[in-house]
């Protein structure tokens, strides 16, 4: 019998994994796509600010209809949109108020220039409630970065 020794090592099951310069690729994508991002929202960030005050817009107004669901009424205007983060203390309080809320902070968010958001019941335009931003000058009118954000425009 001839034993043949060979240096090449034998491989009993194949090896799976990402190599060094697959990774390092990868990242290179991830730090050109994440420049190019940043970039764009610098450039404009008024048109950023008004994007973060209609998602948070949004967002008030799921937490608002989640409360009505649940309560089976929505919060008075005198209640306003501190009803989402702690349990009314102004008639009518519900009587199976969530321990958590309706938020996921216990603070209400501001809008992206530092000013609260205006809940209405009812809407300007009879619809069930309203949530304004006044924009950038925190006044009801204006244009541009300045003009009303509306959950009834959303």
Do not use: H
């Not at 009424?73 to 983060?85: C, D, F, K, M, S």
């Amino acid at each position: 019998m001839n034993w043949i020794w060979t240096c090449r090592p034998t491989r009993s099951r194949p090896v799976s994994g990402f190599t060094l310069i697959e990774i390092l690729v990868v990242i290179m994508i991830i730090t050109i796509l994440a420049s190019i991002v940043s970039v764009n929202v610098l450039r404009k960030p008024g048109e950023a600010r008004v994007s973060a005050a209609r998602l948070q817009i949004r967002q008030l107004q799921t937490a608002v209809q989640l409360y009505k669901t649940e309560q089976g009424r929505l919060p008075t205007q005198e209640q306003g949109l501190e009803a989402l983060v702690a349990k009314p203390t102004l008639d009518p309080v519900p009587a199976r108020y969530p321990d958590e809320g309706y938020l996921e902070s216990r603070t209400l968010p501001k809008d992206p220039w530092k000013n609260d958001y205006v809940y209405l019941a009812p809407g300007r335009q009879g619809e069930p409630f309203e949530i304004l931003s006044y924009g950038s000058d925190g006044e009801p009118g204006g244009d541009g970065e300045a003009a009303d954000l509306s959950s009834s425009e959303l």
